[in-house]
Each structure stands twice: as structure tokens, then as C-alpha cells.
């Protein structure tokens, strides 16, 4: 029986890509859970790089989507907020955007070069670009930055790929039965999100959250919190991988430090 059976302590739900209003107080958002918080633009990242909830790490974005946040994008301001910051997201390549192409290639490959000198958790979006975006990271060494695909839908020939070339998986509810995770992807490559939107409430995030552990679970053959505990414990790994222990909130140092010694 592995070890986090024995106790009867219930780890925080993890949820590795969602987004809030960055107009939200601290008090509207005491329920969500542990949560990585994906910016869309360097003036929204601004916004939040500051705010301190104990469970909530803010990331610094430049949305694929977003063409005033690409046409804005520039490097030193980037750079400035990445090192303030634990992650970096939401970025990215899409081409169904109107941003053209070439101006998202530009900052994403501006971002890279960032990351790979100050190492982050990377959260990456590549709706219809999972090519291109694997194109990328190859033609990269990225050192100790990892990236995540966030909401990934490539192939399964492009999922070994990325694999190979160290990249993480945050799996959508959406996405969560396509065998390429259970069959591609290791398990220690697994992390959750819910991708919830400005709109939604942010106290629902730990029952999406516990939704995606659900039909994770099921492709794995692991219970909801054998699939949580292997969550934090990937999260862990990152964390671990870029060094970043320090800039994690409260909470999220705190279940490390129990998740990597086994205690709970
Ligand atoms: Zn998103």
C-alpha cells in the first residue's frame, strides 16, 4: 500500500492552469483551492505580480489570442515580471488568432529565450499549432525550464515527442479520455487543470478539479487521491527542476515539503 493511503490528511486540490479577474479580492478567491493563475498580457501580469494569496501563484502571460497583448510585448518588461514570478503563462502559438502568425512566433521565441536563462514552469497554449509549437522546443535547449502543454491535443506520434523533449502535460476535462496519457505519457509527466474562465465562479475549481483527478484516475487506474498526490508530487519535480521552491506561496511550499517526504 503506498504511503500517502496510511494517512487520512487531504491534500489541497491542484489546479495547473486557470484564469481570474485580476480584480477579484483575496476574499473572493479564499476557495479555489491551490491554484496556478495564467495572465493573458504584461499589463495584466502587472496587475497581480504583487498579490500575495497563500495558495495562489500568479503566472506572467502573452496570449496567443490576445493581439493588443502581442503587439504590447516586450522583452525587458517580460523578463522584469519573470523574475518575480514562479511561472510563466499563459503563451503560446495559435493559428486560428488573428494575431498573425509571425508576431506570435516572435514573442514566444523571445519568451523561450527567457525562460531558458531563468528557468520557470512554461504553461503553453497550441490550439491547432501543436506542430509548430513542438518546432519550437525542438529547435530549443531549454536547460532547466519546463514546459507544460496545456489542454494538449497533438498527435500520439507529436505526445512521445514532446515527451522526449521533457515537456509536461496539464490535462483538461475535455481531453482526459484520449488514451496518447495514458499511453504516450508517463505518469510523472501528469499534472491537472481546469483552464476556469474570468466568468466562472472560482469556488467551483476544486469540483472540476476533483472531476479531471476522476477520469484521470480512471485511465491510470488510480483513486482521486492517489492521482492528486501524484499531481503534487509532479508539481514537486518542477519545482525542484527550476528552483523555484522560494516563489511559491505558503500552501504550495508547505504540501511540497509533505509530498516529497512522504508523509502524507
Ligand atoms: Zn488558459
Known amino acids: 500500500m503506498p504511503s500517502e493511503e496510511k494517512s487520512n490528511e487531504k491534500l489541497p486540490s491542484l489546479d495547473c492552469h486557470a484564469h481570474f479577474e485580476p480584480t477579484l479580492s483575496a476574499s473572493e478567491l479564499v476557495d479555489t483551492g491551490a491554484v496556478l493563475a495564467m495572465t493573458l498580457s504584461l499589463a495584466e501580469s502587472t496587475l497581480v505580480v504583487d498579490r500575495n494569496e497563500p495558495h495562489i501563484t500568479w ?8 493581439l493588443e497583448a502581442q503587439q504590447a510585448f516586450d522583452k525587458e518588461h517580460f523578463y522584469d515580471l519573470v523574475e ?3 511561472i510563466v503563462g499563459e503563451v ?7 494575431v498573425p502568425l509571425e508576431l506570435q512566433r516572435q514573442n514566444f521565441r523571445q519568451i523561450l529565450e527567457i525562460v531558458t536563462e531563468i528557468p520557470r514552469l512554461i504553461s503553453i497554449h497550441s490550439y491547432r499549432a ?18 507544460v502543454l496545456h489542454w494538449w491535443t497533438g498527435s500520439a506520434d507529436l505526445t512521445q515527442e ?23 505519457v508517463p505518469p510523472e509527466r501528469i499534472l491537472i487543470e481546469s483552464d476556469h474562465g ?32 501524484l499531481v503534487w508530487r509532479n508539481l514537486g519535480s518542477i519545482v525542484q527542476k527550476t ?7 505558503k500552501i504550495f511550499t508547505n504540501v511540497l ?7 502524507v
Open 198 to 229: 474570468y466568468r466562472d465562479p472560482p469556488s467551483a475549481i476544486p469540483c472540476r478539479i476533483e472531476w479531471v483527478e476522476h477520469l484521470v484516475g480512471q485511465q491510470l487506474k488510480l483513486n482521486i487521491k492517489q492521482v492528486r498526490h
Open 130 to 147: 501543436t506542430e509548430l509549437v513542438i518546432k519550437e522546443l525542438r529547435q530549443k535547449n531549454l536547460n532547466n525550464a519546463i514546459p
Open 243 to 249: 528552483d523555484t521552491r522560494e516563489l511559491f506561496p
Open 59 to 66: 503566472g506572467v502571460g502573452c496570449y496567443p489570442r490576445n
Open 257 to 263: 515539503k509533505k509530498v516529497s517526504r512522504n508523509i
Open 92 to 98: 503560446g502559438l495559435d493559428t486560428n488568432s488573428r
Open 84 to 86: 518575480r514570478s514562479a
Open 162 to 184: 514532446a515527451v522526449t523533449l521533457g515537456c509536461y502535460f496539464s490535462i483538461h476535462s475535455a481531453v482526459a479520455r484520449h488514451s496518447k496519457f495514458r499511453t504516450r
